[in-house]
């Protein structure tokens, strides 16, 4: 078990720029979800996969985002055309299927200049 | 839809003794899941605990517990014998558990200081 894995740690993009997360989760987990957490607030859900299925995105989810779990492994978030507003944490969880039990990764810290 | 409320942004105590977090939060749902997660400044979210709403009898994992009072619709925690490596944000959050996804609704989180 290694534990959620998160690539890149720190992401620095100019506003109108395309970026591109990745989320390892943990190998016998079927659910993966992304969550994005701002700056004193808790974390937001962005979207859920189980397996290769995305079952369920959330209205934060604008068009200019899109998530994708090929193969129902690792996941990828992207964002096209980058605003400030989109600065944040964005995390990635997968889980065990004990309901409620997220395993979380560190996360990845993007911010929009 | 749900909300989670957390009144105390910050709180602190000393090394071994007792604290207590609250969490209230909104449903119309009869039947949900609520969690409290710890995240300390490696990022990483990590599950304290987690109580079914159906079942009446308190949550406890080693030195946490909490204290559901469903009419209430509160549900706090309780951290016994503090350590130093409590210290980190505490995240209340609830889930009904809809079509199997474990979708969960935060708060804002209460920064916990234990000092030695």
């Known amino acids: 078990d290694t534990g959620v894995s998160q690539d890149p740690r720190h992401k620095i993009t100019k506003r109108g720029q395309n970026v591109t997360f990745r989320c390892d989760p943990i190998?016998?987990?079927?659910?993966l979800y992304w969550y994005r957490q701002t700056l004193g607030q808790g974390p937001e859900f962005l979207t859920y996969f189980q397996n290769e299925a995305q079952l369920e995105k959330s209205r934060l989810l604008s068009d200019r985002f899109s998530a994708e779990r090929p193969k129902g492994s690792f996941s990828t978030l992207e964002i096209q055309r980058t605003e400030q507003g989109d600065s944040a944490m964005y995390l990635c969880?997968?889980?065990?299927?004990?309901?409620?039990?997220?395993?979380f990764g560190s996360g990845t810290q993007l911010s929009v200049l | 839809a749900q909300t989670v409320t957390q009144s105390q942004p910050e709180m602190s105590v000393q090394e071994a003794e007792t604290v207590t977090l609250s969490c209230t939060y909104d449903?119309?749902?009869?039947?949900?899941?609520l969690f409290w997660y710890k995240q300390p400044p490696s990022r990483q979210m990590i599950l304290v605990i987690r109580q079914e709403a159906y079942k009446q009898q308190n949550a406890t994992e080693n030195r946490f517990s909490v204290n559901f009072q469903k009419a209430a619709k509160s549900f706090s925690l309780k951290i016994s014998d503090s350590q130093l490596g409590d210290t980190a944000m505490y995240f209340c959050a609830f889930s009904t558990g809809q079509g199997g996804s474990e979708k969960l609704v935060f708060g804002k989180g209460t920064k916990l200081t234990v000092n030695p």
């Open positions: 190998s016998e987990h079927n659910r």
């Open positions: 969880a997968s889980s065990t299927g004990t309901f409620g039990k997220l395993f």
């Open positions: 449903t119309s749902e009869s039947n949900y899941y």
